[in-house]
């Protein structure tokens, strides 16, 4: 049920961000301009990028029968991980 929900989030608000009159009208380049939007503009982390990634790539090819293979988008960038080093002090 929440998968649904965080579906049709992103599917709305690409909808909303495409600004286009009916979802058919969405192209596989509204993807690609939106997930680059959502990782350059909006700096969201990159496990929210896949996200709606899998989101989007589901909605075009089982509801709107479109192909997305060949997307080409710059993934946003994961946190890098400094390791904590326990040392004794003088």
Same mark, same amino acid.
């Given at each position: 049920?929440?998968? =649904?929900?965080?579906?049709?989030?992103?599917?709305?608000?690409?909808?909303?961000?495409?600004?286009?009159?009916?979802?058919? =009208?969405?192209?596989?380049?509204?993807? =690609?301009?939106?997930?680059?939007?959502?990782?350059?503009?909006?700096?969201?982390?990159?496990?929210?990028?896949?996200?709606?990634?899998?989101?989007?790539?589901?909605?075009?090819?089982?509801?709107?029968?479109?192909?997305?293979?060949?997307?080409?988008?710059?993934?946003?960038?994961?946190?890098?991980?400094?390791?904590?080093?326990?040392?004794?002090?003088?």
């Amino acid at each position: 049920m929440q998968t =649904e929900k965080s579906y049709l989030y992103w599917a709305r608000y690409l909808i909303r961000y495409s600004q286009v009159q009916r979802a058919r =009208e969405l192209m596989p380049s509204h993807i =690609e301009l939106f997930l680059c939007y959502l990782s350059n503009q909006r700096g969201v982390s990159a496990s929210t990028q896949k996200q709606a990634l899998c989101a989007l790539v589901f909605a075009f090819k089982h509801v709107l029968g479109i192909n997305t293979d060949g997307l080409n988008f710059p993934y946003a960038k994961a946190p890098s991980r400094i390791p904590q080093v326990l040392y004794q002090s003088v």
